[in-house]
């Protein structure tokens, strides 16, 4: 009995292959000399879910590797193009996000990144993050500020640039489809993998596409992660993030991130020219809408008060914070207490209709692979925006999963055998969980001003701030 039916194919398909059975006419087309025709037929050898920023740089990874040529690969996305013809929009978009070293290794190598520095990219040098409720404060930079920690791009320029790119490649080899959305999926059962080399995949408009490997890269209420029944665990934080694009009340040379906790959740500032920032600030989803509906100029008073407003501190924690800085000073005299504190800028507006809250969660599937599938990005795994590492984690899944894929090629192997996805898996999940479980820790540790807490975190972050080999294992731990 076949997984799909015994039925054979009746798409106008030619000579031997029309008398040929479904299974052993995918067979041959997914053998690599009758590639060139499989995508007039339906039949991809991968089938990416999903085009935002994640879904895009897999179709352009895989698209502009050598080892994939000749093979088929189709990006569907649900909403319609983001592209534009030549030049920028002139207003900043409000939703940004923070690319480490790591993601601009990955453009720069598929080639998207020449486009995007063309396009508007805001290189930063430093990331100063401190508590309202202490005097605790923590700066990364990059071997002395000679390098960037990290560039600011709106999100919609990044999927733009990674269009360019695919629009570049030579014979097609990645065919895009807008307002293309996946309605279902068959998948095979464990254990049929060789026997049905292929995943059945219905489109919302009726079509049927066959595909050796299905890439789920859509987002983080993933339905492909659902109809392929694997577990999700996950929960809300009850906060949203309100954004906005921010105007400076004088032009500087901004190439630093600020980020305050506040006993609310974090607010953070990150630049993105000399006169304009973006906002991201998570607060309760009651405050977030009050924030979104308040008249403008309350509105900026808000933000200037949420970066400036002293709150009340600790004795205790004041008195800790300030014999702790003594040991540090003694015991790491040339590290210690060396970052000096910087104050953010006012801002004096914000761009029109740039206000907008995105509810906030944690998302982690058990299992990010299954035979001829997998998911990347925040199918996978999301994460709160309190350490800006969502999409360069679904970044480092594309890096990952196309070498691996390269591999599978170089060796001849099936694109969706389970041996070779399981690498992947393992790769991403030890990186990922220990990020996950760090970003939730610190986003509970400073969403209160309980007194133990604050001495926790103060002590915490004053130690880590001096010992500057553990700092440097941040920085590179997060651009990975
Ligand atoms: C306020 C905020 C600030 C953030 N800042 C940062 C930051 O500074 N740095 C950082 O690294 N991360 C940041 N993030 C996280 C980052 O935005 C996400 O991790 C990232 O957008 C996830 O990208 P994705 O491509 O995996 O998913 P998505 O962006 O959700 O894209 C999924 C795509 O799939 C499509 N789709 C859905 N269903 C289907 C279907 N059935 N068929 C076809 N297509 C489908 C959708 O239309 C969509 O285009 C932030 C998040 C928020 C909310």
Redesign the pocket.
């Given at each position: 009995m076949s997984l799909f039916g015994a039925s054979r194919l009746s798409i106008g398909l030619v000579g031997v292959r029309r008398s040929l059975p479904r299974s052993a006419l995918l067979a041959r087309l997914f053998c690599s000399t009758e590639t060139e025709s499989a995508g007039e037929h339906g039949f991809y050898h991968v089938t990416i879910?999903?085009?935002?920023?994640?879904?895009?740089a897999m179709a352009c990874a895989l698209g502009s590797h050598p080892m994939f040529e000749g093979k088929n690969i189709l990006l569907?996305?649900?909403?319609p193009s983001k592209t534009y013809s030549d030049s920028v929009p002139d207003l900043y978009s409000n939703?940004?996000?923070?690319?480490?070293p790591g993601?601009v290794e990955l453009l720069k190598s598929i080639g998207a990144w020449q486009y995007l520095s063309k396009m508007r990219v805001k290189p930063y040098k430093r990331i100063q993050v401190w508590d309202s409720c202490s005097d605790a404060m923590i700066t990364f930079d990059r071997d002395n500020f000679s390098k960037e920690v990290a560039h600011?791009v709106e999100?919609n320029l990044t999927i733009n640039a990674l269009s360019k790119v695919i629009d570049s490649l030579k014979g097609d080899r990645v065919e895009t489809r807008y307002r293309?959305?996946?309605?279902t999926i068959d998948l095979p059962k464990q254990g049929d993998n060789a026997k049905y080399p292929f995943v059945k995949v219905y489109l919302e408009n009726g079509e049927e596409i066959h595909t050796q490997l299905l890439i789920g890269?859509?987002?983080?209420?993933?339905?492909?992660r659902r109809m392929a029944n694997i577990n999700h665990i996950n929960w809300s934080y009850d906060q949203s993030?309100v954004?906005s694009t921010l105007q400076l009340a004088e032009p500087i040379e901004n190439n630093v991130a600020w980020q305050r906790f506040l006993p609310t959740g974090p607010i953070a500032m990150?630049p993105l020219s000399d006169t304009e920032s973006s906002l991201?600030w998570?607060t309760s989803n009651q405050d977030a809408k009050k924030l979104v509906d308040l008249p403008e100029d309350q509105f900026i008073d808000a933000v200037n008060n949420a970066f400036w407003q002293e709150s009340e501190k600790h004795p205790l924690v004041d008195t800790a914070g300030q014999i702790m800085g003594n040991v540090l000073s003694t015991l790491l005299p040339s590290t210690g207490g060396s970052s000096i504190r910087q104050l953010p800028p006012s801002i004096i507006g914000i761009d029109d209709n740039s206000r907008a809250m995105?509810p906030?969660g944690l998302g982690h599937s058990t299992q990010y692979v299954k035979p001829r599938l997998v998911l990347?990005?925040?199918?996978a795994h999301?994460?709160h925006?309190l350490a800006?590492?969502?999409?360069?984690?679904?970044?480092a899944d594309v890096a990952s999963l196309r070498d691996i894929l390269v591999e599978a090629v170089k060796n001849a192997e099936d694109l969706g055998a389970l041996p070779h996805l399981l690498d992947y898996e393992t790769e991403r999940q030890k990186h990922v969980v220990p990020i996950m479980a760090t970003v939730d820790g610190l986003k509970r540790l400073f969403s209160t001003d309980a007194a133990p807490a604050v001495l926790l975190r103060s002590l915490g972050l004053q130690a880590t701030n001096a010992f500057k080999p553990l700092k440097d294992l941040f920085v590179q731990g997060a651009s990975r």
């Open positions: 879910a999903g085009g935002g920023m994640v879904g895009t569907l996305e649900a909403g939703r940004v996000s923070s690319l480490n993601t600011i999100n293309s959305m996946v309605k890269a859509d987002g983080a209420n993933s339905s492909l993030a954004v990150l991201v998570s995105f906030l990347i990005g925040d199918a999301r994460v925006p800006g590492l969502g999409v360069n984690l679904g970044f």
